[in-house]
């Protein structure tokens, strides 16, 4: 009977421990809402718009105020990528994000440098 309880209880604790396998514990929150801008990159990303149309939901301005739209790819962890709206060009972004304190922080995967995005 003892034998019983004890394969029993290992069987238990192995389902939990791959049913807790689903679960990515790096996974970031991000902005549910707000559209929050870098300065340094002169990016813009609108995640209201990022709910409902996933990656068609940034800005890339120029110097004289006009802009090109481009995408912006979330990954499940905490990876985030910014390409031109076909892909084509090189890429302009290719990061690591966290969300702390209403900052979003962008570190570059290329250089590590760090860009903040704050909400407008």
């Keep these: 009977m003892k034998k019983c309880k004890i394969s029993l209880f290992l069987s238990v604790c192995i389902l939990l421990g791959c049913l807790s396998a689903c679960t990515n514990p790096f996974l970031q929150e991000l902005p549910t809402d707000g559209v929050w801008y870098c300065e340094e990159l002169k990016i813009s990303i609108d995640f209201a718009l990022y709910q409902t149309v996933g990656s068609h939901c940034a800005k890339l301005y120029d110097e004289s105020g006009g802009y090109e739209e481009i995408l912006c790819y979330v990954d499940y962890g905490t990876g985030i990528f910014f390409c031109s709206e076909d892909c084509a060009d090189v890429d302009i972004l290719a ?26």
Excluded: H, P, Q
């Design 95 to 120: 990061g690591d994000y966290t969300f702390i304190a209403n900052v979003l922080v962008v570190t570059s995967r290329e250089d590590g440098t760090k860009y903040s995005f704050d909400k407008v």
